[in-house]
């Protein structure tokens, strides 16, 4: 009677290249998935920043100058631009003014331009503002 040989156990070699290319494909969306989640990372640090400096540039309207109706704009730090723009909203005639003061922060993220912007409503005299 002819020797009966055993089944060998473990994986044929069609079987390992199917688990390796499963292997692969799970591991690719993987990081791609953690690629675009760094990139949202990045973006939200870069809006507050930017909200951060606007609200430093707003803290300082009329403080730091005279609150006169119009606009301006600069260079900030770290590759920010500033706007701020004053309206005379209504003038009082107890001497007082309300202006209505906006400020924005506009940079390039990716290629495409963002900003964010923060407003306020100032009460000031002609010789600066009201506490």
Do not use: C, H, K
């Not at 060998?8 to 290249?17: H, Q, R, Y």
């Not at 640090?45 to 609150?67: C, H, K």
């Not at 940079?107 to 923060?118: A, C, F, N, T, Y």
Request: proline residues 6%.
């Amino acid at each position: 009677m002819p020797a009966r040989s055993r089944p060998v156990a473990g994986f044929t070699l069609i079987e390992a290249l199917v688990a390796l290319i499963i292997a692969a494909m799970v591991l690719g969306l993987f990081l791609a998935n953690l690629r675009g989640g760094l990139r949202a990372i990045e973006a939200a640090e870069q809006s507050g920043r930017a909200l951060s400096l606007a609200r430093s540039y707003l803290d300082v309207a009329g403080i730091t100058a005279p609150l006169r109706p119009g606009s301006s704009e600069g260079d900030a730090t770290m590759g920010f631009r500033w706007r701020q723009s004053i309206a005379l909203q209504e003038r009082r005639p107890e001497g007082l003014a309300l202006y209505d003061v906006r400020v924005d922060i506009i940079w390039e993220e990716g290629g495409r331009p963002r900003s964010v912007g923060l407003a306020t409503m100032l009460l000031a005299t002609p010789t600066g503002l009201v506490p």
